[in-house]
């Protein structure tokens, strides 16, 4: 009953947003608003729901597939939960309250130039001056970002929470109507099914899969989940769908005592429990320090890779490869 009533109460409010989300498509699509064109293909990768859907392993697990098949990825990031505005790169020892904890995760994961920025067309094109070599520029968490022009784009959907309830913020979860994957290059359904979803574009399987553990202080020291399987253990997570890394770290066998916070959250010393905890890769990069300060020991982070169905990666390749036809004359990868 009360969802029901602050559903009527936001009802208004989500309509005005659909509106606006809308209006500020349309306005690109005719050319009121302009776009910026990179001079090297864009793919994209982002979702039409608030909170984390997997965007992050999706977008290191393109970049892996790009760089095995000889081309030279860059990535361009928002940077959400920094307090940068201005164009900037990132390194794998940035720090994470300046530019954000996903980017620094890219930079250390990636393997690959990250640069972040508000408008990520000005960052793509900072990234571009610094590193001529790369020739083709991946975004991530960038659907909604029409001011940067993009050749593929790849949504991501939960497939355990698909669209929630179905309406836009701030009564329901969407941040645009789901008639906008129509448009998109392909769909990655990340865990459950989306089978049940009336989708236009093709549809590709994830899963998130990791069971080795590394130690935060120390990351050469290595641990199998088995070897955590005896005693409860404190799991930590401030990401978009905390449930899901807590039913992870339960299907690999440990006994969670879970302990959820917002996404991008600000860990303090109150926050980390005492004795052992296990915690994400993204929150590590903000807790790392922290522990260290603390002379913390027993903790220890979860590394996970994206799984990715058959087909994606011959779709993608082979898009970019009709792009760098159509932008630059026949080239080889």
């Known amino acids: 009953m009360g969802c029901l009533v602050m559903r009527m109460l936001l009802g208004p409010f989500s309509l005005l947003f659909r509106f606006l989300a809308a209006l500020r498509s349309m306005a690109y699509a005719r050319g009121w608003k302009r776009s910026t064109r990179l001079p090297v293909p864009v793919l994209v990768v982002g979702n039409i729901t608030a909170g984390g859907a997997g965007k992050t392993p999706l977008t290191l697990a393109l970049v892996a597939w790009l760089k095995d098949a000889?081309?030279?990825?860059?990535?361009?990031?928002?940077?959400?939960?920094?307090?940068?505005?201005?164009?900037?790169?990132?390194?794998?020892?940035?720090?994470?309250?300046?530019?954000?904890?996903?980017?620094?995760?890219?930079?250390?994961?990636?393997?690959?130039?990250?640069?972040?920025?508000?408008?990520?067309?000005?960052?793509?094109?900072?990234?571009?001056?610094?590193?001529?070599?790369?020739d083709v520029v991946v975004a991530d968490d960038g659907l909604q970002h029409y001011a940067l022009d993009r050749d593929m784009e790849v949504a991501v959907v939960d497939g355990q929470r698909g669209f929630g309830n179905g309406w836009l913020l701030p009564a329901g979860p969407l941040r645009e109507p789901e008639k906008r994957l129509d448009r998109v290059t392909a769909v990655v359904c990340n865990g459950g099914s989306c089978g049940r979803l009336a989708l236009a574009a093709p549809v590709f399987g994830m899963r998130l899969a990791g069971q080795r553990l590394y130690n935060l202080v120390e990351p050469t020291r290595l641990a199998a989940a088995a070897e955590m399987a005896d005693t409860p253990v404190h799991a930590i997570a401030g990401i978009g769908h905390p449930q899901r890394f807590f039913e992870h770290l339960a299907g690999l066998g440990l006994a969670v005592i879970p302990h959820a916070f917002p996404d991008h959250h600000d860990f303090k010393a109150e926050d980390l429990p005492a004795g052992r905890f296990v915690m994400t890769e993204k929150d590590a990069v903000k807790i790392a320090p922290l522990a260290r300060q603390m002379g913390l020991e027993d903790c220890w982070v979860l590394e996970v890779d994206a799984e990715l169905g058959q087909g994606l990666k011959e779709l993608l390749l082979n898009r970019l490869s009709q792009c760098r036809v159509r932008n630059h004359g026949p080239q080889t990868a």
């Open 70 to 134: 000889g081309y030279k990825p860059g990535i361009v990031s928002r940077g959400y939960g920094g307090s940068a505005r201005l164009a900037m790169p990132v390194r794998a020892d940035s720090d994470p309250r300046l530019v954000g904890d996903e980017p620094v995760l890219l930079a250390r994961r990636g393997g690959c130039p990250v640069w972040i920025g508000a408008r990520r067309g000005e960052a793509g094109s900072r990234l571009l001056d610094f590193h001529p070599e790369v």
